[in-house]
């Protein structure tokens, strides 16, 4: 089993859309949560960390639920220029480690239609 | 605003060559990571290092080798090089602290012939 796991997509919807994206991790010790988005050809940057009470940046939700270890990210009023790959990103050690290795998972294409 | 810049967007080598790719980050930050990514596989770690000179394996290191001699600088070393080491490579760094997140530098696109 995959450490984090995620639709691969493509996710194909009209501007405007309400678009949702599921993750699971399987190491049940993990305690930092990040979505990170890709353009194209482009590096990953960090799009938002998600808190256990789940949060909001804008059109942007991240959702946490420990019990299930699932994560979430839902885009409302999808843009065009929200067309990218969006990674799941679990941290590996516990807290308290010397470094905050990170798993990615291999992402979710969101390809927003005109 | 962090800055995370690799020496080359681009590069051609031919198998067995010795290939270096450095990167170098601006906010003083103690970790540094390279990783490679690949279609349908994702990002997986080469190396780590936390700490001047020091550096630990990560997930797939075999092929490669790393250098810190600065704390800015973090140096990924392709020993002899071999056309399944054609990928993209990430230099990445943060701070300290389990909550941190990691900033990536533009990557390197490595064609191996």
């Known amino acids: 089993r995959k450490e984090v796991e995620q639709d691969p997509g493509p996710f194909n919807v009209p501007e405007g859309a309400t678009v949702a994206f599921n993750c699971t991790y399987s190491n049940s010790a993990s305690q930092s949560f990040f979505w990170y988005r890709q353009d194209c050809r482009k590096e990953p940057k960090l799009l938002m960390s998600v808190y256990s009470s789940g949060n909001e940046d804008g059109r942007f939700t991240a959702q946490l639920n420990r019990a299930s270890q699932y994560i979430s990210l839902l885009i409302r009023d999808s843009k065009l220029s929200d067309s990218a790959t969006y990674l799941c990103v679990v941290n590996k050690d516990r807290y308290g480690g010397a470094t905050n290795k990170l798993i990615f998972g291999t992402g979710t294409l969101l390809a927003v239609q005109p | 605003d962090v800055k995370v810049t690799q020496s080359s967007r681009y590069l051609v080598k031919r198998t067995g060559e010795k290939v270096f790719l450095e990167c170098v980050q601006d906010?003083?930050?103690?970790?540094m990571f390279w990783y490679r990514q690949d279609p349908g596989l994702g990002l997986r770690l080469i190396y780590f290092?936390?700490?001047?000179?020091?550096?630990e394996k990560g997930d797939i290191p075999e092929g490669y080798s790393v250098s810190r001699e600065k704390k800015e600088r973090f140096s990924l070393i392709l020993e002899s090089a071999s056309t399944n080491q054609t990928s993209m490579y990430l230099c990445a760094s943060s701070s300290g602290g389990p909550h941190e997140t990691q900033y990536f530098g533009p990557g390197t696109r490595l064609l191996v012939l």
């Open positions: 290092s936390y700490d001047v000179k020091m550096k």
């Open positions: 906010m003083d930050h103690e970790n």
